[in-house]
């Protein structure tokens, strides 16, 4: 079923009502029809499974609206039973876009970029509001795609030692670095993640971290861990350590 999400205001006791954008993909696009099912989701927690009533005027601005009737709410979700934040150090092009696609797949609960000594992209105050715009635009796309529960949100770039210190209180700190042991050390640490934690995964960029942001980290708490013989790119790292505890952590 395709996956639409709805304000909470919008879900009643029987009922619900899509609006805005969805309605023409619902109508035009994907030519859907009275007795079709959706699946709605509120961006939170509830979930539902949905059968179309009828396509009529929206109850607040007048708009089109397409009138659903909820069938049954679906209470196991598709959330990983773990917290799982990614640091992206930022990367040139597009990558991050791709980042962000994948990640939210595999089940990230939010992403926030981040500015790194070796980075080459550097971005102003205008440049990185609208890029987030369009971040978090891929991001509800792909949680659609992927008929996640929430929409992961893609947060304002954050300076290296801010980003740090505001996974102070996260029960696991991931540092994917390849100077880090080996893997039998690797899986110790992954271990260590399980249902109702909180893990932050923080990935360089193409140029990797300086030795000063690494005993910054390390400072803080984060754990030095390889990912593997082989190096990585910046837009491979993070959704192959997500990859990984998303298996670990689901049944």
Not at 166 to 173: E, P, Y
Request: glycine letters at 8%.
């Amino acid at each position: 079923m395709y996956l639409f999400f709805v304000d909470g205001h919008a879900i009643g006791e029987n009922e619900a009502e899509v609006t805005g954008p969805d309605v023409n993909h619902i109508k035009n696009v994907l030519r859907m029809k009275p007795g079709d099912k959706v699946r709605i989701s509120d961006g939170e927690k509830l979930c539902y499974n949905c059968v179309i009533k009828a396509f009529r005027e929206a109850s607040e601005d007048g708009g089109e609206a397409v009138l659903l009737k909820l069938l049954e709410r679906d209470e196991d979700g598709t959330e990983l039973p773990a917290e799982i934040v990614l640091y992206q150090g930022l990367p040139k092009g597009d990558k991050m876009e791709l980042i962000i696609q994948k990640n939210v797949e595999l089940g990230i609960k939010s992403i926030i970029p981040v500015n790194t000594r070796r980075a080459v992209v550097k971005l102003d105050e205008k440049k990185a509001e609208a890029k987030r715009r369009r971040w978090n635009a891929i991001s509800e796309s792909a949680a659609k795609q992927s008929k996640r529960t929430v929409i992961p949100e893609v947060k304002a770039v954050m300076d290296f030692k801010a980003a740090i210190d505001s996974a102070a209180d996260f029960d696991c700190k991931l540092f994917p670095y390849e100077n880090a042991e080996g893997m039998g050390y690797t899986r110790k640490i992954l271990s260590q993640v399980i249902p109702g934690t909180r893990t932050a995964i923080f990935i360089g960029p193409e140029g990797g971290f300086d030795e000063e942001e690494v005993s910054y980290a390390k400072e803080k708490g984060f754990v030095p861990i390889t990912l593997g013989r082989r190096i990585l790119r910046t837009e491979t790292a993070g959704f192959t350590l997500l990859a990984a505890l998303m298996l670990q952590l689901e049944k």
